[in-house]
Nanobody
Framework: QVQLVESGGGLAQAGGSLRLSCAAS????????MGWYRQAPGSQRELVAL???????NYADSVKGRFTISRDNAKNTVYLQMNSLKPEDTAVYYC???????????????WGQGTQVTVSS
């Protein structure tokens, strides 16, 4: 069992900034990847940013240059620094982790409950 605790969502003005945090806990041997997805009303859930255990990052084109994903391995925590926010960034943001729970074990995927980000114009 793995739990993800998200924080940092809220209301921001266009051009402003927010910093999201997601801390993973539970039966974790290794975190293979952690990332952020978002879902706006009437839309599919989409990747925002992802960081792998090797440090590679991936970003959606819509946030590239504005958002930065980072990690603190000691705390099993991933952050999403969101700058130059736009109203189009308004969505529920979900943290996702892919973990192994034992050496040579299979991968498991877990989702956080989501945190609302609202950007006003």
């Amino acid at each position: 069992q793995v739990q993800l605790v998200e924080s940092g969502g809220g209301l921001a003005q266009a051009g402003g900034s927010l910093r999201l945090s997601c801390a993973a806990s539970g039966s974790i041997f290794s975190i293979n990847a952690m990332g952020w997805y978002r879902q706006a009303p009437g839309s599919q859930r989409e990747l925002v940013a992802l960081v792998t255990n090797g440090g590679s990052t991936n970003y959606a084109d819509s946030v590239k240059g504005r958002f930065t994903i980072s990690r603190d391995n000691a705390k099993n925590t991933v952050y999403l620094q969101m700058n130059s926010l736009k109203p189009e960034d308004t969505a529920v943001y979900y943290c996702k982790t892919i973990v192994t729970r034992a050496r040579a074990g299979p991968q498991y995927q877990y989702w956080g409950q989501g945190t609302q980000v609202t950007v006003s114009s």
